[in-house]
């Protein structure tokens, strides 16, 4: 059955939010690989394997971050080829991204997986925990094939409309992780390590299923081999479009590594539980991302700014509400929810991962606005704005760290994210706005 839905007609608002539901799920079933990783590696392995994991996060998202920008982008014209009804570019346009898909993703595995215990060196990752974050932080770089070959099979999709049916593939690769890491941790002994399998063979099978349905279902993607031929104009629209996200993402996940070197030196523990929190909190904002930047592709593919410029400010309200069910979850649960990750947490982890999620909660809208404005500049193609936005993000972790940190010591910490929330939302929105009233002048002036 056909699931595309052409987000050009329609109530603006029923259709980000409906569209957004899916995505929503598929990312907190995402997080369920990593949550899984996280108590699993905890309870098996202890606060040391645990800290391990939590220590990769910010170089693996510099690495997948890159390599879903470049999805992103090719979703972008994915999603404007659809929206205007251009069926042969359409095609061809798939067949170039899934050319791109395997050459960059060669490109990634082989020097992340070569120099991997450098950059964890390089991160100041603490002694006790290197040999754990090493091995684990080898498989998952192997692995990136995987890990991008899904991200662009769902790319595609939603660029269609169809936000389902890689959250049905999704959830049914979460549970196969959660059976593999209780296998490859507690029976294989296998340690982080096998956590890290786990998430690599589930995230490759969930890709496998995609692209298996996509092109049993859709008969617009069913390629020819004159589809899969190396058109270098395709190719260089592409890299246009792809590259200025991966660089924003690349320097958004600089500036995390940059604050991760400062947390490091607080001690191993200190936010590995309560990053996993705020990833949480942060899935209903993604997902009206997401929701944004396709809708917004699709209608500037069909011509239709007027409409764009009524569903971005009914996502900003859906965006508010994001926000407040953020605070809530901060407020409520977060006690609660630290002590999953481990069966006997030191008192000096929840005292750090409490100050740092209750210093940030009351920033959260700021952090929403901040995935809907730039998911917005994205789908409209303006993707080199995104950069300068990620280098200022960047620059503002730089100067908090490097001047905050000795006089204000973990306080710098719980304040670095809500600055550059700050300062990220007020860029993208003005670029947003400036975007719009150039929109309606030219309208103006063209009657």
Not at 34 to 57: K, P, R, S, W, Y
Not at 420 to 445: D, P
Request: net charge positive; proline share 3%.
């Amino acid at each position: 059955m056909n699931k595309t839905k052409d987000m050009t007609v329609g109530s603006p608002t029923k259709t980000i939010f409906f569209f957004s539901v899916p995505v929503l799920l598929g990312t907190l079933f995402q997080q369920i690989y990593n949550m899984a990783d996280t108590i699993i590696v905890g309870q098996f392995l202890g606060e040391d394997a645990l800290a391990a994991v939590g220590a990769t996060g910010s170089t693996v998202y510099l690495v997948i971050g890159f390599a879903s920008g470049l999805t992103q982008g090719c979703g972008v014209l994915v999603s404007q080829a659809f929206g205007g009804h251009r069926l042969n570019e359409l095609k061809k346009v798939v067949g170039t991204a899934l050319l791109l898909t395997v050459v960059f993703s060669v490109i990634l595995t082989i020097p992340t997986v070569s120099f991997s215990r450098q950059i964890l060196l390089a991160l100041h990752t603490p002694s006790n925990v290197l040999l754990y974050a090493h091995e684990y932080l080898r498989v998952i770089f192997g692995g990136i094939l995987c890990t991008v070959a899904y991200n662009i099979a769902a790319s595609i999709l939603r660029s269609l409309g169809d936000s389902r049916t890689p959250l049905y593939f999704l959830i049914l690769s979460s549970f196969l992780n959660i059976v593999l890491d209780i296998f490859f941790i507690a029976t294989l002994h296998m340690g982080t390590a096998g956590a890290a399998w786990a998430t690599v063979l589930s995230q490759g099978i969930s890709a496998l299923l995609c692209f298996w349905y996509m092109f049993h279902n859709y008969n617009n993607l069913r390629l020819s081999i004159r589809d899969l031929y190396p058109d270098p104009y395709r190719i260089l629209c592409m890299i246009q479009s792809g590259i200025p996200m991966a660089l924003n993402q690349t320097v958004t996940a600089f500036g995390i590594m940059i604050l991760q070197s400062g947390i490091n030196q607080f001690g191993s523990s200190v936010m590995a539980a309560a990053s996993k929190l705020e990833s949480l909190v942060m899935q209903p904002m993604i997902a009206l991302g997401s929701g944004i930047s396709t809708y917004c592709a699709q209608n500037i593919g069909a011509r239709k700014t007027k409409r764009i410029f009524v569903g971005v400010r009914s996502t900003m309200l859906l965006s508010l509400g994001a926000a407040i069910l953020g605070m809530a979850l901060y407020g409520i649960a977060s006690k609660a929810i630290l002590r999953i990750f481990l069966s006997d947490p030191s008192p000096e982890m929840v005292h750090y991962a409490l100050q740092y999620l209750y210093t940030s909660v009351w920033f959260l809208l700021f952090l929403a606005w901040i995935f809907l404005f730039r998911n917005a500049l994205v789908g409209l193609g303006n993707g080199l704005i995104t950069i300068i936005g990620g280098v200022a993000e960047l620059l503002c972790r730089f100067l908090c760290i490097h001047f905050l940190l000795q006089p204000f010591g973990f306080w710098c910490i719980c304040l670095t994210n809500p600055i550059t929330w700050i300062v990220a939302c007020s860029l993208f929105c003005g670029f947003y706005f400036r975007w719009e009233h150039q929109q309606k002048h030219c309208s103006k002036s063209a009657r």
